[in-house]
């Protein structure tokens, strides 16, 4: 009797934990294409280069620093999502790409940084001549940004995307994501998928 209780004991703990050690792992997400290379000036000033983030998966996001509405929400998410990243240390990384770089010096990015807690080993925030921005926003990212007349009035006024984009180890867009908590959670479970499994092939 002892002997029965014990194999029976050890099935049941072995059957969940054969299954956990089964379970497959979720698929990756799609590659969409490659970010080519850019040159731009972060917020201390420094050259950065899109080849610095080779080997580094990396979340983008597009924003202006006078932007009244969408921009900070924008940036609470990427907040949000160091947070919960802090983890992963040196293997993942934020940018945040000015789509006003004639008004965003380093010096007004530096100040939005701090609004934000940013850390600068982890989180940079871009600028450069406005067509550099362009080239790397518009036809790497394929986020749209310009200048439009605003509704109702006689200014003009920025519109950008507002996707946060993933990009793998190897420079490759992995997936575009709405910059709400469920976006931030599928966006969040897959860096962790990325940066454990590997770009793949």
């Not at 000036?41 to 610095?52: S, V, Y």
């Not at 998966?57 to 949000?80: G, N, Q, Y």
Request: with cysteine.
């Amino acid at each position: 009797m002892p002997v029965t209780w014990i194999v029976l004991c050890g099935t049941l703990f072995a059957l969940p934990l054969a299954r956990s050690m089964v379970r497959s792992m979720p698929p990756p997400p799609p590659v969409y294409g490659p970010v080519p290379d850019f040159a731009l000036t972060d917020e201390n000033g420094a050259p950065f280069h899109r080849k610095q983030l080779d080997g580094k998966v990396w979340v983008a996001d597009f924003i202006f620093t006078h932007c009244p509405t969408a921009c900070p929400l924008l940036s609470k998410r990427m907040e949000k999502i160091q947070k919960r990243t802090r983890q992963l240390g040196p293997a993942f990384h934020l940018v945040s790409f000015s789509v006003d770089p004639e008004h965003d010096t380093p010096v007004e990015l530096n100040a939005y940084a701090r609004r934000f807690h940013a850390n600068p080993r982890g989180w940079s925030f871009l600028t450069g001549p406005l067509a550099d921005v362009q080239s790397a926003v518009t036809d790497g990212f394929k986020i749209y940004f310009g200048k439009e007349k605003a509704e109702n009035a006689d200014f003009m006024t920025i519109v950008h995307g507002e996707h946060l984009v993933l990009v793998d180890q190897r420079a490759r867009i992995r997936g575009y994501y709405e910059a709400n908590d469920d976006g931030v959670d599928r966006l969040v479970e897959d860096v962790a998928l990325l940066v454990n499994t590997g770009a793949g092939p």
